[in-house]
């Protein structure tokens, strides 16, 4: 794999041949250690990868990028936590858009979407001391060059599957990295209001009529109109705006 170098996320870069969990390796570094910020862990080999709500992550051997990443926002307080993970799902989707173009989406909260399909996943896991974030490392698994997947979750595609291509990963890992340091730094210098605007505009399914599911199983109509600065999904259903977190609603795919 080719070695990039960026201001500061990747300058340690730890490319593992095979690990369990990057994120997991990351939490434990985070433990015994202080790595400095913008450390980076990468494998082709994950082998127990993490993913939201405690599933599993599906990632053939040498075919993805699996890498989590270790920075200390610590001028965020811990109630706008959410503002880092829109910072670093913009950072991943202007990865995948500066291939797929408008076919790229944020799916609320930060699944990444190339069309209808889901093309990366994140996993933030954050330490908190006092009222702010101490810690957080940032894990960002991207399917590249697998040509099938036998798990389903929510609708799994590819770079390859999308466009019949196959790519070399250190390509790819070197602007992701950019990016995800042009977010970051973006984040820390206070420019939250293009943030927000950035993730709205990139958000799947915003500001159109959609199916949505209840926890409860009640199907119901109704239009994206924002997030909370918690996180929340705000749904306008019939002129009334709703809040949702993550487990108490489902997008249904047409
Ligand atoms: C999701 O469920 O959508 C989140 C998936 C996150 C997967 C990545 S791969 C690198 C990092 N290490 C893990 O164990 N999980 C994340």
Known sequence: MQRFYTLFVGQVFHDLPQVDSTNSFALDLLTKSKPSEGTVISTLHQTNGRGQIGSSWESEPGKNISLS??????FLPAHLQFQFSQ???LAVYDLVFSFFGEKA???WPNDIYVGQKKVAGIL???SIAGSHLRSSVAGIGINVNQESFKSNPPNPTSFFLENGKFYDLGGLIAPLLQFV???????????IVPLQHSYLEALYRFDEDALFQRANGDNF????????ASGRLIISVQHQEETFDHKEIRFCHS
């Open 181 to 191: 340091e042009k977010r970051y730094l973006q984040l820390k210098s206070g420019k």
């Open 69 to 74: 990443i270790i920075l200390y926002p610590s």
């Open 87 to 89: 910072a670093i799902s």
């Open 105 to 107: 989406r944020i799916k």
């Open 221 to 228: 109509m109704g239009r994206i109109s924002g997030v909370t």
């Open 124 to 126: 933030i896991q954050n």
